[in-house]
């Protein structure tokens, strides 16, 4: 049986670390109300964006596009969204799980933009290029950064170095449910279902022209929106985790506590019986 | 008075504005066009320009920088990139990107990007007229 002092150490060793996790919750509480905040303003974006896009597409489906269709070359680009901070519970993990347990993309074949430090160690660990490394983009996201990005990924896909695009991020459903998705935004497709009214719609300029400049714009607003989902949903993560920890925390100290009475106990048992032992002996 | 429709500017970030207006006018890669109610649907893809909002109780302006257009009859919607209001824009910062756009186009050096210096400028022109 352990000694007393050693229960007592290892107790409040826990119970500094308790603080910790109580702690950090309550950061990632209150971040996560932001960055939840911030990606339902910028939900509208997103929609009209898709829908948009989708609509137009859905009427010029028969057009010739490079953006409409795969490019000659059989790399890929990913752009990878985590977290620059662990802790998170499998919010990373997740989310590079999606890209090395996906058949469909050959680690030979990969080229990786990674948004966050942890994606690009682990991913760099397994042997996978990384082109380019983005861990600041996270922290403070500017829609400038993401069009920078979005244009490198298109003249990279213009050269022919690339075929499609895809982006890897954490969408977030709601506070207790994350769920890592992976989709393509190169070449787009647009979605079948027509349901809605087939009102005629103009383009000026014309429709390859039109196709030309908005796609750069959509491809960016996914890549934006995406970001603002997998903030929310890495604080979301980091929330619940350490929710955990601290009720485990918890667990274990009242088991720890239960155990130093215990031995508390004993050893005032034993001192007695050992008192009464040695005046019985003397009377 | 001349029949409103619904008007929604919309960010990356926010929504910008959303209400009825008689009127709105901006600047296309075809040209400055002027909206009313019951256009023809169309979608427009925009140039840095100023934009003007008439509503019932007056005109607003702003300085509309990127992004297209979706006008139906009786609704539009404006996917702007970048827009600002007249008391958020930087004078001096816009008339000194002014002049450092007008001299790189001037110069004609091989290495300078003229669409991307004639882009700065409409920009830079935008934000200065928006104020005037």
């Not at chain 1, 028969?62 to 795969?70: A, G, K």
């Not at chain 1, 619940?240 to 050893?267: C, F, H, P, V, W």
């Not at chain 2, 702007?80 to 450092?100: C, G, K, L, T, Y």
Request: net charge negative; with cysteine.
């Amino acid at each position: 049986m352990a000694s007393m002092r050693d229960i007592k150490r290892r107790r409040s060793s826990i119970q500094g670390t308790q603080q910790i996790t109580k702690a950090m919750k309550l950061v990632s509480t209150v971040k996560l109300q932001r960055a939840r905040s911030a990606a339902e303003k910028s939900k509208y974006y997103f929609d009209s964006m898709y829908r948009t896009v989708n609509s137009i597409l859905s009427r010029v489906g028969h057009i010739e596009h490079r953006y409409l269709v795969p490019g000659d070359s059989p790399r890929k680009a990913v752009v990878v969204i985590t977290s620059n901070r662990g802790l998170a519970g499998g919010y990373n993990s997740n989310v590079v799980k999606l890209v090395t347990r996906n058949d469909a993309l050959k680690k030979e074949d990969l080229d990786i933009y990674c948004i966050g430090n942890k994606g690009r160690e682990t991913l760099a660990r397994h042997g996978y290029t990384i082109r380019e490394d983005l861990p600041d983009v996270i922290e403070d996201p500017l829609y400038s950064e993401v069009n920078a990005l979005t244009a490198r990924l298109l003249e990279s896909f213009e050269k022919g170095e690339i075929g499609e695009i895809y982006l890897a991020y954490t969408f977030f459903k709601n506070t207790v449910s994350q769920e890592p998705r992976l989709i393509k935004l190169l070449p787009v497709v647009p979605e079948e279902s027509e349901s809605e009214s087939n009102a005629i719609m103009n383009f000026e300029p014309e429709d390859v022209e039109a196709i030309e400049m908005i796609i750069p714009k959509y491809i960016s607003s996914l890549i934006y929106g995406g970001l603002k989902e997998a903030i929310a949903s890495e604080n979301g993560a980091r929330m619940q985790a350490m929710d955990n920890a601290t009720s485990n925390a918890e667990e274990m100290i009242d088991k720890l506590s239960l155990m130093y009475n215990r031995a508390r106990q004993g050893s005032i048992t034993q001192e007695l019986t050992e008192i009464i032992a040695g005046s019985e002996a003397i009377s | 008075m001349a029949d409103t429709f619904a008007l929604r500017i919309i960010t990356p970030d926010k929504v910008f504005y959303e209400g009825d207006v008689e009127m709105v006018e901006f600047n296309t890669t075809e040209g400055g066009v002027g909206i009313y109610k019951n256009h023809e649907p169309m979608t427009v893809i925009i140039r840095p320009g100023v934009i003007t909002i008439t509503e019932p109780e007056g005109e607003k302006r702003a300085a509309l920088h990127a992004g297209f257009v979706e006008i139906l009859q009786d609704k539009v919607t404006i996917l702007a990139e970048s827009i600002e209001w007249p008391d958020e824009i930087d004078v001096e910062r816009a008339q000194s990107a002014e002049e450092r756009a007008r001299e790189r186009i001037a110069s004609k050096a091989g290495d300078v990007d003229i669409d991307r210096a004639s882009i700065a400028l409409q920009r830079a022109l935008a934000r200065i007229n928006c104020l005037k």
